[in-house]
């Protein structure tokens, strides 16, 4: 038994060979018909041997060509008896068919009519061209899996023993012991061998990878041309058309815009690449009366021979911006102080009359400068004739407690709101005032939809020496020992802590003392000046009685 299967294995190796060569030339000369995939027979090699004697009738078809006679064949020898049981048996009887069946052709060819020679030249270049084309494919091709080679059709039943036989050896066994048909005057390379002789097999993991770069591949080509596994049943390769509906389920599958995560992402990177934006201009709120009143709480009233004390702003509003009003404007400026003092909008202890000065008689307006408020607010020399003139629209408005006035279009500013009081409490008199400024000025918004006219947090007045508060302070005083001294010896004295000290009224020793501002002052910052000066003016006043022995109880008002 182990000496057949080795001849059977060198039967084999032949037979393999005879079969490239059956192929090559079987190639080469039907290059450009049609071919017929052969199909492999799964029967023992007797059954194949049997069949082959009984060749098939063919019949001619219509369009077929006509059949060609063939030439005697010559006389042969008596061929020597064969040994079916050998096994080169077989070998042999390939070989013997393969060069009957050539010798057939050229015999066939050769009771052809003989074409012409630039006929035949043409042909048998086209042919070599062929030759030379399949050689270069042969060569170009790393691996040849198999060697099962078609035939044409026509020359099917020909060759049906041939290759059906040879394919049935060839196939069980490996490519790597099949010779490869070379080019004219190269050696033969054998298939699934590198030049050094080395099985170059790949290994299970590089199976694997290029399996699936294959498969990614062939996923993508499917999608983009239609051909999908279903698709392929009985349809033409060319590209299938995708309709809209598809190509919106697609779009919606590849639709990444409804990720939170890659939307968090790339708002972030846009905001790291936008410009900077441009800074917003900040309004500033509108200045105010900026004063604490449990900081005034906090505060002590100065001490000495005060006669009254008083605190003044000065305002002009927004809703009439013209530095001169006319007389229609004064009389609507008049009207509104009227209308916002009103019940309607201000406390009792804010709220009270009105008197137009400009509509009364010299004498009542000199009954109108008689009263308290109006010495302690500073005005005393209105009293004094010439009686002064009053335009239109000018007026004053007192509180139902007689000290907080409004004068209206009496000077150069459209309105002066004094608090004024007898004695030494400062703070009640700043906290008045405060009081009535934030009234007056939320219902002058809220009645015209403006303020008080201001630029760059300061208020607009005509005073320059008040600067941007438009606040002053001053005090009434009695001192009786700086009149025995010079005028000037007051007047230094006062600068020295920070007040200007001048003669007020008719009476002896009467002097108003109002405080010297710089621009960086605040409200606090005045007020304590004001109490320090005033201070400090009374002790250097008690010195000056005792200097000049003046007894406080023999003096008497002028």
Known sequence: MEEKTSEGKDCNFITSLVAHCVTAAVAADTAETPAVAVVV?????????????????????????????????????????????DPNFMTSMVAHRVVSQDSESKDASNAAPTPKIEDTKKEESKKEEVKKEEVKKVETKPEVPTVVKSVPYEESNKFAFIPSMVSHFVTSFPPKDLPLPAAVGQPAKSVGSNESG???????????????????????????????????????????????????????????????????????????????????????????????????????????????????????????????????????LERLIKKIMGISFMPEDITGYYEYMSKKHPREQMKVFDKEVIFNSGDVQCRDPPVKEWKEGSGIYFNNYENLIIKTNTGKD????????????????????????????????????????????AFIHSNKHLFSHGFDLSFIVNYPGFSKEEEKYIKNFGIKHGLNATKYGKRSGLYELTVSQKPEDTIGAIIHRAIQGVNEMGQEEDSLLKKHNINLDNLHED
Not at 43 to 72: F, L, R, W
Not at 241 to 253: C, N
Not at 421 to 430: A, K, L, N, Q
């Open 41 to 85: 027979p799964d029967k023992p090699a007797e059954e194949i041997v049997a069949a082959s004697k009984e060749e098939p009738k063919v019949e001619p078809k219509q369009d077929a060509k006509p059949e060609v006679k063939e030439a005697p064949k010559p006389a042969t020898a008596e061929q020597p008896k064969v040994d079916t049981n």
């Open 198 to 332: 080395k099985d170059t097999k790949p290994t299970q993991s590089e199976v694997k990878e290029n399996q699936a770069v294959d498969n990614a591949d062939k996923n993508v080509r499917n999608v983009t041309a239609g051909d999908t596994p279903a698709a392929k049943k009985g349809k033409s390769k060319q590209p299938k058309e995708i309709s809209a509906e598809t190509l919106a389920a697609l779009e919606k599958s590849w639709d990444v815009s409804q990720d939170l995560d890659l939307a968090k992402v790339l708002n972030k990177a846009r905001l790291l690449g936008a410009a900077k934006p441009a800074p917003l201009p900040q309004q500033k709120p509108p200045p105010k009366f900026a004063i604490s009143v449990d900081k005034l709480a906090r505060m002590e009233n100065p001490v000495g021979r005060i006669e009254a004390c008083r605190a003044t702003l000065l305002r002009n509003l927004a809703a009439f911006p013209s530095k001169e009003l006319s007389s229609s404007e004064r009389l609507d």
């Open 414 to 457: 459209q309105l002066i709101i004094t608090s004024a009081e007898s004695g030494h409490d400062i703070r009640s008199v700043v906290v008045r005032l405060k009081k009535a400024i934030d009234l007056i000025e939320d219902t002058i918004r809220a009645v015209t939809g403006k303020g008080f006219q201001h630029k760059d947090e």
